[in-house]
Every structure is written in structure tokens, then in C-alpha cells.
Nanobody, 123 residues
Framework: QVRLLESGGGSVQSGGSLRLSCEAS????????MAWFRQAPGREREGVAT???????FYTRSVKGRFTISRDNADSTLYLQINSLKPEDTAMYYC?????????????????WGQGTQVTVSS
């Protein structure tokens, strides 16, 4: 089992940047494909970026060019660099992990979840 703890959220103005972190503990993070999801109030949780065990990344269309997912297996940490933030990026951001290799961006693709970190973007 892997435990996930997100950090790095906050309140920023439109156009700003944030770097989210997700610290993994328990099983080695290198065993898992990792992803970032987000959920805005009243909306379903949506996958925004995923990175598999080999470093291959995928992004949902709405964040391509602004979000960058990366991982440091030695430090057991997953990152999400968010640039050019927009008010519509306001959401709770969650880290997720799935044993083995997946490129999925659906909630059903991941069995392990963190508690989330809030990102609020003002115009």
C-alpha cells in the first residue's frame, strides 16, 4: 500500500504559478503510475495529468502547455507545476497512484488517493 500527502496549494491571482507536491510513503513510489486529478465544487473529479513508471506523461487537453507533471522516485515525490493559472483552475487537487503501468485519466484507473490540496485562482 502507498500513502499520499499533497501540499503546495494556495490562493493566487490569475496568471500566477504554483508547484504542487505529493509525498508518497509505504511502498516505493517507483512501483506506481501516478496522476493528478482535480475537483471543482459541484463538478466531477477529472484527471489532468499522469506519469507512468517510465516517465511517460499524458495531459488532458485543457491543461496542455500550462501544467507539467514530474516525479522524483528517489525522494518519493510527485510534482505538478502549474503556470498561467486561470480562475477555472480553481479546485481541490488530488494525487493518485496505481500499481503498475497505466496512462488512464479516469478515477477508476487509480486505487490510492491523497486528501487533496486546494488551489484558488482569483481574477
Amino acid at each position: 500500500q502507498v500513502r499520499l500527502l499533497e501540499s503546495g496549494g494556495g490562493s493566487v491571482q490569475s496568471g500566477g504559478s504554483l508547484r504542487l507536491s505529493c509525498e508518497a510513503s509505504g511502498n516505493p513510489m517507483s512501483w506506481y503510475s501516478m496522476a493528478w486529478f482535480r475537483q471543482a465544487p459541484g463538478r466531477e473529479r477529472e484527471g489532468v495529468a499522469t506519469i507512468d513508471r517510465f516517465g511517460t506523461t499524458f495531459y488532458t487537453r485543457s491543461v496542455k502547455g500550462r501544467f507539467t507533471i514530474s516525479r522524483d522516485n528517489a525522494d518519493s515525490t510527485l510534482y505538478l507545476q502549474i503556470n498561467s493559472l486561470k480562475p477555472e483552475d480553481t479546485a481541490m487537487y488530488y494525487c493518485a497512484a496505481q500499481f503498475g503501468r497505466t496512462h488512464g485519466l479516469s478515477v477508476e484507473d487509480y486505487a490510492n488517493w491523497g486528501q487533496g490540496t486546494q488551489v484558488t485562482v482569483s481574477s
